[in-house]
């Protein structure tokens, strides 16, 4: 069962900054009320939408039934978008976070400015940044536009996510590597980074939700995403109450579903420590 | 005295304004016991460290047999191949099993084959007696189990000399006899030996000389007897007085 708050619905924002020994150290035992509310809240929210979902359309086929089968064909575009998006951001979160660690200066230096600026900008001025001042220049479609834009921004997050990670991983465990004679890239690979796995990916779990929200934003840049196709039939049949509706259940379906996703395996991580058996 | 293994000459360590060590010198001879005791922050720590250079001196020489550890150029990961090193914390890696942990370093370092490296791990498992650990993970074994997994580890390197940091200040009483037991066996084979530690028995039985460092020097040292029993300076007695 879902214990832990931080990934419970409704929260599954996310983490800035990591404690491991709160995040692990949960059993059973620890339940508090909160805990089991929030669980409680979950299941009637998850199953609630489900429920409205099916009912509106059995009790009015018109509009309902028009919209669910026009509205889903975005479902393609928003899972485009935070897939590749997710894919990159990890790719450049990782670098920039090692970026972050790193011992020499001008690496330290650049990695630590990517995250500041990006940081600093809103997703959504990054986004008409890359779309409409440089799309033209790099030949950029509405797409490709989206997916920069949110791989950058989510990156910086990311980088973040895995530099607390692996400064979480206690300074002695590099030292032993060192003692026993492997290099540092050697002691990365082979000790911290296993390690930082485990502890980062609840986080990065929740940076996948809350990018899965933020994919809606790509509608703006003619992407025909979820939030996108409701407009579209909203604005031709005026159902305007009816498609944002159906939108807002199916977005929440989805967040609700991976942030138990998430839950779980954190819970995975705890009991089972890992890789023990 | 045989030739020496570890040559130290005026070393010198700050932090900040911390000054941890203040000009120590110390050569130790291959085949030697040697017990460094003090009170906390005298740099004995510091001065161990420094031997594989987990601690960089402000100044002043280390050599390893005949490589200066000190020196930019010194291929460091060479010698530290040669120099094994305890933790008072362990340091197990946690997420590899027992047998992981000690077959890892020469696997990785020195490119030898798992079949050798593995052979070895349960070879060194046998010798502190943990046979039946072999696919235990660290988070599963004691105190004192752990750090004998971690002195396997480092035989595992077939290392010169041994670095031991407090190796049972973090262990409950029961469990500290078992990781000196180990110890003894060590110094008993002729392994080089630099431990920081307050055990007297292991420095009766086993060490050839004991120094007593206090605030970044080394104020006495002699054989374990003469220390314990009769030390000369006052530094030292008050010391003694203390942990006796």
């Known amino acids: ?277 | 005295m045989a030739e020496s293994i570890i040559r130290i000459k005026q070393a010198k360590k700050s932090f900040g304004h911390v000054q941890a060590l203040r000009g120590v010198d110390l050569e130790v001879a291959r085949g030697e016991v040697i017990l460094i005791v003090g009170p906390s922050g005298s740099g004995k720590s510091t001065l161990l460290r420094s031997v594989n250079r987990l601690e960089t001196l402000t100044s002043g020489e280390v050599w390893v047999e005949d490589d200066c550890v000190t020196s930019p150029h010194a291929d460091i990961r060479k010698i530290r191949e040669e120099v094994g090193m305890v933790f008072q914390s362990f340091n197990l890696f946690p997420h590899l099993s027992v047998t992981e942990n000690i077959a890892l370093a020469p696997t990785v370092v020195r490119k030898e084959k798992p079949a050798v490296t593995y052979q070895r791990a349960q070879a060194l498992l046998e010798r502190v007696g943990l046979s039946d650990k072999a696919h235990a993970y660290p988070d599963q074994l004691s105190g004192g189990q752990q750090q004998r997994v971690a002195i396997a580890r480092a035989l595992a390197m077939q290392p010169k000399i041994m670095l031991f940091d407090e190796p049972t200040s973090a262990l409950d009483p029961e469990m500290i006899k078992e990781v000196l037991d180990v110890m003894l066996d060590l110094a008993k084979d002729g392994m080089t030996m630099l431990v920081v530690s307050h055990e007297m028995g292991f420095a009766r039985a086993a060490a050839d000389r004991v120094i007593f460092m206090d605030e970044g020097v080394v104020v006495e040292e002699g054989a374990p007897n003469v220390i314990f029993s009769n030390p000369k300076e006052e530094r030292t007695q008050r010391f003694l007085e203390h942990i006796l």
Not at chain 1, 81 to 90: I, N, P
Not at chain 1, 113 to 118: L, T
Request: hydrophobic letters at 50%; a positive charge; aromatic letters at 8%.
């Open chain 1, 1 to 277: 069962m879902n214990t832990n708050p931080k990934t419970a619905p409704g929260v599954a924002g996310r983490i800035p900054a990591l404690a491991p020994e709160t995040v692990l150290h949960l059993n059973e035992s620890s339940l508090i009320p909160g805990d089991r509310e929030t669980l409680a809240a979950w299941k009637i929210a998850f199953f609630g939408a489900i429920a409205l979902l099916v009912a509106l359309p059995i009790y009015r086929p018109h509009p309902f039934l028009e919209i669910l089968s026009f509205v889903p064909d975005g479902l393609t575009a928003t899972f485009t978008v935070t897939v590749a998006s997710v894919c990159c951001a990890l790719v450049l979160g990782l670098l920039a976070g090692l970026g972050r660690i790193a011992r020499t200066t001008i690496i330290n230096r650049i990695a630590t400015v990517y995250v500041e600026v990006v940081r600093g900008i809103p997703l959504l001025v990054q986004l008409f940044y890359i779309y409409y001042a440089l799309g033209p220049l790099l030949h950029l479609n509405g797409l490709m536009s989206a997916i920069a834009a949110l791989s950058i921004c989510y990156g910086a997050y990311l980088a973040e996510i895995f530099r607390a990670g692996i400064q979480s991983i206690a300074k002695g465990q590099m030292e032993a590597a060192l003692a026993l004679g492997m290099s540092r890239t050697q002691a990365l690979w082979k000790i911290i980074l296993p390690q930082t796995v485990k502890v980062v990916l609840p986080p990065i779990g929740n940076e996948f939700i809350a990018l899965l929200k933020d994919s809606s934003l790509v509608s703006i840049l003619a992407v025909s995403d979820l939030l996108r196709r409701g407009r579209e039939f909203a604005s031709t049949t005026f159902n305007y109450l009816e498609a944002y509706t159906v939108v807002a259940l199916i977005y929440l379906i989805m967040t609700l579903f991976f942030s138990r996703l998430v839950g779980l395996m954190e819970e995975r991580l705890r009991t089972h420590g890992g890789k023990h058996h």
